[in-house]
């Protein structure tokens, strides 16, 4: 039987654990998607105790307590101690086989504790108080956690009307050892049908691009210009935009001069139609724009958010009651693609679909969109959020090996609130080089290592450095 989680976890042959020990792990990290708040970094924040550091904002965690039946109080309130908040994760870790929080959570152990004990509900006690310990230690504050980690680049999600001022406060200051960047979140102005939208585009946004109104779709287009470009002063290079399904439904101006009119006056909510004519005119309007100032678009999307209204009315969304949905996106996608190409405003793209049978359909599309300024301007982004797991990991590589080219992916991003889960990248390099070295030892690929080991230092870190170029 072989022991749990040792040096060559996951690594199940030759190969693997010559690609992963001598090439995937000597590898710095480039997080070029994480939830992080800069206030952490720029403050160097110092957690107090472990379940701070661990269950302060991690929806993973959170959902595991409640799935156990852990009353909401001991979950995201503050209804008992940290200790016992603790206490319940550790009894309820157990429960989670088969769940990469289980092997996120150990590896965290490993890598920042040197612990190499089992969290269970028996032994919590001993690993709170070795946790702790070792949280007084200048290394385990944010940017010690960050250095320690081998990170060199970390690019953050913000709001647009956002003022950047920890940024800012990072740059000045010059300590963090890893380049900190903003991105350009374009949520808040695309969800026209969310409550909230009209006073967002009235006061966040014209405040922050000194307009006085915003009532046409062209005032939107002029603010949103004047906060790419505050952005672009910050070192901002790349965009994301979560939604719920790709859709491509052009209109004409006067229609969206409509829709934007009808929403900001308060004059009711937006058709479906209207809805996805304005998310149409404001990606094409946002992905030519990126692409005139060499940013790379993220697209996220299919997932179904905030399913259940009484804690999305008590705490809010972002607070992990979100699920996978089901959409045909692939009309759309393809003909937004196709748009910005043909217009020959198509940027750098990175696709990522909650929905794993979306993989064949992003996977086949990226031969379609390619350039010759970059290996692999159009990605398949790393399976991302739920099937951030062994098995949806391994699904991911397969797909985009078979119609596409593996050589040529960015790797996998932290995709996370926590400064500690940066050993999901460990995970993901794991799954890889067993990936790739099963197919060697299988015949599959040739036992060449020097092309091997290059390969698998390119998808680690490499291609990334290289499309993205900060």
Wanted: net charge negative; glycine share 6%.
């Amino acid at each position: 039987m072989k022991a749990f989680m040792d040096e060559d976890f996951l690594l199940q042959t030759d190969t693997a654990r010559h690609l992963y020990h001598e090439h995937a792990a000597l590898m710095p990290i480039y997080d070029y998607h994480c939830h992080i708040n800069p206030r952490e970094i720029a403050e160097n924040r110092e957690f107090r105790n472990i379940a701070q550091a661990w269950l302060g904002s991690d929806t993973y965690k959170w959902r595991l307590l409640r799935s156990n039946g852990v009353d909401e109080g001991c979950v995201s309130g503050s209804d008992v101690s940290s200790r016992e908040k603790f206490q319940y994760f550790a009894e309820s870790l157990s429960r989670a086989i088969g769940n990469p929080l289980y092997h996120w959570t150990h590896l965290e152990l490993k890598r920042y504790f040197d612990c190499d004990l089992v969290l269970n509900g028996e032994n919590a006690e001993k690993i709170w108080d070795i946790c702790n310990e070792r949280l007084l230690s200048a290394e385990m504050r944010a940017q010690g956690i960050i250095k320690q980690s081998n990170v060199q680049v970390i690019c953050t999600t913000d709001d647009p009307a956002s003022d950047l001022k920890w940024h800012k406060k990072i740059q000045q200051e010059g300590t963090c050892p890893a380049k900190v960047l903003p991105t350009f979140r374009a949520d808040s102005l695309l969800n026209i049908e969310v409550d909230g939208w009209d006073t967002y585009m009235r006061y966040e946004l014209g405040e922050s691009a000194g307009m006085d109104d915003i009532s046409t779709m062209q005032d939107i287009r002029d603010a949103v210009v004047k906060r790419l470009d505050y952005f672009a002063s910050q070192g901002c290079q790349i965009a994301d935009q979560s939604l719920p399904y790709m859709a491509y439904v052009p209109a004409r101006e006067f229609e969206l001069d409509d829709v934007v009119g009808k929403v900001i006056n308060g004059k009711g909510q937006p058709s479906k139609e209207a809805m996805e004519q304005y998310k149409t005119a404001m990606l094409m309007f946002l992905g030519e724009e990126y692409a005139r100032r060499g940013w790379t678009m993220q697209l996220h999307y299919s997932a179904l958010r905030d399913t259940n209204s009484t804690r999305l009315t008590s705490l809010g969304s972002d607070s992990g009651f979100d699920a996978v949905d089901t959409h045909n996106c692939a009309p759309g996608l393809a003909k937004f693609l196709d748009a910005l190409d043909k217009a020959g405003h198509l940027p750098k793209t990175i696709i990522c679909s909650l929905n794993p049978a979306d993989n064949i359909v992003i996977a086949s599309l990226l031969p379609s969109f390619t350039g010759s300024e970059v290996l692999g301007k159009v990605q398949q982004g790393a399976a991302w959020w739920f099937n951030n797991n062994k098995a949806g990991i391994e699904a991911q590589l397969a797909t985009l090996a078979s119609v596409s080219v593996l050589g040529n992916t960015i790797g996998a991003p932290t995709d996370s609130r926590s400064l500690l889960s940066y050993s999901r990248h460990e995970y993901y390099r794991r799954i890889l080089c067993n990936f790739i070295g099963n197919m060697v030892e299988n015949g599959e690929y040739p036992a060449d290592m020097k092309t091997l080991g290059k390969l698998v230092e390119d998808i680690s870190y490499n291609n990334a450095c290289r499309y993205f170029a900060f």
